[in-house]
């Protein structure tokens, strides 16, 4: 028994030698290895420990609980639901920002128009050039207006005529502003570079006592007995009635076409005010002093274009043109005072 004993632990004895033989001789293999061999290994060894920390945490993610690491679908939706919101709020400020670019100020309804024509012109029997102005007073009805585009329909009420000298007068009867017929004229709004909204009439001719199918080019007919031409304001000859007076008393029967283009903005107030570019010509039909062949023509050539303005004011829906007429000294105070003999 005792052999069998000692035969025992020397076996054991023998195996854990063996043993530690070998982990010895791996342990020195090891420490002989090239570094950059050893380097490749253990970058191996880490790539491994981090595949195994992934795999080992996309294993504990789908062994989790749905809704403790992970967004439900719900959750999800209400996400994108969030997202499309802030897309949609912000279209709308985009939306709203150019409603407001593009929005006009309601001009709609019943006003009172001033303009002032400044220019110079030959003075008929002093021969002199001087200064000389026409103001019209109309009644306009905006009757309609889409975004920018207002449609109006357009009364003369009150025109006058002045020359700088009192040695005479020129001037147009009542019945000369009477005899023409209303006009229809469309309007423009816009925003200019500082935000002002600007108004604007494009060039626009009118015609008066002849018709001419192209005003821009067709010049006024010189023959009172052509077909073209008619007695506008009931005096019995063919054209519109002219006077001076003073020095001179004489009398003519014209033809007239006037092109004007309007460019201004719109105050504070709501009024609108501007610089009127404008053009005439005239054609004597008959005359009863030679002085007056010519008529007299007031032309902008050499006068300040600041000075030939127009101006729109609201007022009563109620009010006709022989209101607007009466009330013009009270509508236009500082033209009036310019003006003074012309607002009578």
């Not at 969030?82 to 279209?91: A, C, L, R």
């Not at 009542?174 to 209303?182: C, H, I, K, V, Y």
């Not at 309007?262 to 504070?268: R, T, Y």
Request: net charge negative.
């Amino acid at each position: 028994m005792e052999v069998v004993r000692r035969f025992r632990n020397h076996y054991f004895l023998y195996c854990y030698l063996l043993f530690l033989c070998i982990i010895g001789s791996c342990n020195l293999k090891n420490s002989h290895q090239d570094p950059e061999e050893r380097e490749g290994v253990e970058d191996i060894d880490e790539d491994l420990g981090n595949d195994s920390d992934e795999i080992g945490a996309n294993t504990d993610s789908a062994e989790a609980e749905p809704g403790e690491n992970d967004a439900t679908d719900s959750e999800i939706d209400e996400k994108n639901d969030m997202n499309g919101d802030f897309s949609d709020f912000d279209t709308e400020i985009s939306d709203d920002d150019a409603q407001i670019d593009e929005s006009y100020p309601d001009m709609t309804g019943t006003w009172a128009n001033l303009t002032v024509f400044k220019g110079k012109a030959k003075v008929p029997y002093i021969g002199m050039t001087l200064p000389a102005w026409a103001i019209m007073v109309s009644k306009v009805d905006i009757y309609s207006q889409e975004e920018g585009v207002l449609n109006a329909h357009t009364e003369m009420c009150r025109l006058k005529t002045g020359v700088g000298t009192s040695l005479i007068s020129a001037e147009v009867p009542d019945s000369f502003a009477e005899s023409l017929g209303n006009v229809d004229k469309t309007f423009y709004l816009s925003y200019g570079e500082n935000g002002e909204v600007r108004f604007f009439q494009d060039k626009l001719w009118e015609v008066r006592s002849c018709t001419l199918d192209d005003p821009e080019n067709e010049p006024l007919p010189s023959d009172i007995n052509d077909p073209r031409v008619f007695d506008a304001d009931g005096t019995g000859i063919n054209g519109l009635k002219i006077m001076t007076k003073k020095a001179l008393n004489a009398e003519a029967e014209i033809l007239q076409k006037v092109s004007t283009i309007l460019n201004g903005v719109i105050d504070e107030n709501g009024e609108v005010h501007g610089i009127v570019t404008w053009y005439e010509a005239q054609s004597v039909m008959w005359y009863s002093n030679v002085a007056l062949q010519n008529g007299a023509p007031t032309s902008p050539a050499g006068a300040d274009p600041n000075e030939s303005v127009f101006i729109f004011k609201r007022i009563d829906p109620s009010w006709d043109c022989t209101v607007v007429k009466e009330n013009s000294a009270v509508l236009f105070p500082e033209q009036a005072e310019l003006y003074p003999n012309e607002f009578k």
